[in-house]
């Protein structure tokens, strides 16, 4: 697939008769990279489908109010992310899940065969990223997976850089822990 610049993607979203043509390629390219960095989050694919849905239609809604003071993608992330978040603080509250439950039910699904493409390592790690706080989960996610400086991350989170490496540090801390005494 051919790259489109992010600005030739907005001329075409902010004139009306190219607008639908536009938001087509918008999501074209950026949907998949959205998609791996939700399931990474919620695990399940039909909640990360779902989640990846929602991200586009509520940037489709609010385009007017993207100010270009990032690019396309870091804008459509954090709509991701946010998104991902809520979803997961209303799936604890609609189902009463502790958060040991939780992370039971989420260790259950990684064992499931076909679950997660991979071997025995990347199991380990999806299991002791399972132990995080969400944030730390997301952050190390940033940091590790999609190998982001602090200062993307910073924009894509709302989040000090010095939070963020704290975050990440506690994050690092708590996996090796995690794997040590598996």
């Known amino acids: 697939m051919i790259q489109i610049d992010d600005q030739d993607i907005l001329r075409l979203i ?4 190219t607008k ?5 390629i918008l999501i074209e390219q950026y949907q998949r990279r959205i998609y791996q960095v939700i399931r990474r989050m919620v695990l399940i694919h039909e909640d990360a489908d779902d989640l990846t849905q929602n991200t586009f239609i509520k940037a489709y809604r609010h385009l007017d ?16 992310v946010n998104e991902t ?10 189902f009463f899940f502790s958060v040991d439950d939780h992370q039971e039910k989420l ?14 390592i990347e199991k380990k790690l999806a299991k002791a990223l399972l132990t995080l706080p969400e944030k730390q989960r997301l952050v ?24 963020l490496k704290a975050s990440y540090h506690h994050a690092v801390k708590k996996i090796e822990e995690y794997l040590k005494s598996e």
């Open 14 to 17: 902010r004139k009306p008769e």
């Open 20 to 24: 639908d043509r536009g938001f087509r």
């Open 65 to 80: 109010k993207f100010r270009e003071d990032s690019g396309l993608y870091t804008w459509i992330y954090r709509i991701a």
């Open 85 to 94: 978040l809520s979803f997961l603080e209303k799936k604890k509250k609609r």
């Open 107 to 120: 260790e259950s699904y990684i064992d499931q065969p076909g679950s997660l493409d991979g071997n025995e």
């Open 140 to 163: 190390f996610h940033l940091k590790y997976q999609e190998e982001m400086t602090y200062e993307q991350m910073s924009e894509v989170t709302g989040t000090s850089t010095g939070a």
